[in-house]
T-cell receptor, first 112, second 116 residues
Framework: RKEVEQDPGPFNVPEGATVAFNCTYSNSASQSFFWYRQDCRKEPKLLMS???SGNEDGRFTAQLNRASQYISLLIRDSKLSDSATYLC?????????????FGTGTQLKVEL | DVKVTQSSRYLVKRTGEKVFLECVQDMDHENMFWYRQDPGLGLRLIYFSYDVKMKEKGDIPEGYSVSREKKERFSLILESASTNQTSMYLCASSRRTSGSFHNEQFFGPGTRLTVL
């Protein structure tokens, strides 16, 4: 089983739609969870951290479900500028405190 | 603003050449990382360093080495480049980790390396 799994997409949605991505992880001891955003031919950038209680930042909501070992990202009122690849990131199995594992990403395309 | 810079955006080398990729960060971060990113495989960790002169192997260290002589600089070395090392190479840095909790990693713009 992969350490971090994501549906690669693409998710094609109309502007204004609500879209949700899930990501599953295999290490039940993981403590750190993030969503990064990567635009085409650019470097990844942190979108938001994911906390146990769930957290919201404007149109973006992240949730963590430890029992089922998945995290989710909800984007409301999608904008054209939201088109990107969204990377799920979890701290890794080998336990070295400095190592994060990146999912392969879910591609989102927001259309007019 | 955190800034991570990489020495080249595009690089073309021949099989067997020694290749140096340089990364510099200006935020006094303790941790630095080298990844490669390939379609369908995502980002894979090659090496990381949590202090000057310290290094740890990541998931795919074979064929690579690293050097961290100064806190702000982390170099990736391909001792003898091969065609399967053609990839996008991304450097990142972060503040020191606290226990199991990680801090945000800041990435450089990447170096697209082609080995012919």
């Amino acid at each position: 089983r992969k350490e971090v799994e994501q549906d690669p997409g693409p998710f094609n949605v109309p502007e204004g739609a609500t879209v949700a991505f899930n990501c599953t992880y295999s290490n039940s001891a993981s403590q750190s969870f993030f969503w990064y955003r990567q635009d085409c031919r650019k470097e990844p950038k942190l979108l938001m951290s994911v906390y146990s209680s769930g957290n919201e930042d404007g149109r973006f909501t992240a949730q963590l479900n430890r029992a089922s070992q998945y995290i989710s990202l909800l984007i409301r009122d999608s904008k054209l500028s939201d088109s990107a690849t969204y990377l799920c990131v979890v701290n890794g199995i080998t336990g070295g405190g400095n190592k994060l594992t990146f999912g392969t990403g879910t591609q989102l395309k927001v259309e007019l | 603003d955190v800034k991570v810079t990489q020495s080249s955006r595009y690089l073309v080398k021949r099989t067997g050449e020694k290749v140096f990729l340089e990364c510099v960060q200006d935020m006094d971060h303790e941790n630095m990382f080298w990844y490669r990113q390939d379609p369908g495989l995502g980002l894979r960790l090659i090496y990381f360093s949590y202090d000057v002169k310290m290094k740890e192997k990541g998931d795919i260290p074979e064929g690579y080495s690293v050097s961290r002589e100064k806190k702000e600089r982390f170099s990736l070395i391909l001792e003898s480049a091969s065609t399967n090392q053609t990839s996008m190479y991304l450097c990142a840095s972060s503040r020191r980790t606290s226990g199991s909790f990680h801090n945000e990693q800041f990435f450089g713009p990447g170096t697209r390396l082609t080995v012919l």
